[in-house]
């Protein structure tokens, strides 16, 4: 499974971005995508999932209200979003899209949301 993210920005507080996270190769086999983000110094953290096959979501209680997960998937390719809205500083990281397969997790390369105040 390949994952290409992309979305991200610069934007001012209060503001909104949408992310988006394309799976290609065996994408078959995906029964969870999700969003972790990363800021400067910090671990890696869980931000939102989405399952496969009947869209049940979670999120971490930081975004909860302001962020909403989603997905499609049509064919050969699957593609997950992320509407974030409400934006905060704290909410600036690199963003980085996961999919579960086959017992496997796949990363995505990361996109940057820095959020300014």
């Known amino acids: 499974v390949q994952l290409q993210a992309s979305g991200g920005g610069l934007v001012q507080a209060g503001n909104s971005l949408r992310l988006s996270c394309a799976a290609s190769g065996r994408t078959f086999s995906i029964y969870n995508m999700g969003w972790f983000r990363q800021a400067p110094g910090k671990e890696r953290e869980f931000v939102a999932a989405i399952s496969w096959s009947v869209s049940n979501t979670y999120y971490a209680d930081s975004v909860k209200g302001r962020f909403t997960i989603d997905r499609f998937g049509a064919g050969r390719t699957a593609t997950v979003y992320l509407q974030m809205n409400a934006l905060m500083p704290e909410d600036t990281a690199v963003y980085y899209c996961?999919?579960?397969?086959?017992?496997?997790?796949?990363w995505g390369q990361g996109t940057q949301v820095t959020v300014s105040s």
């Open positions: 996961r999919a579960i397969s086959m017992a496997r997790a796949y």
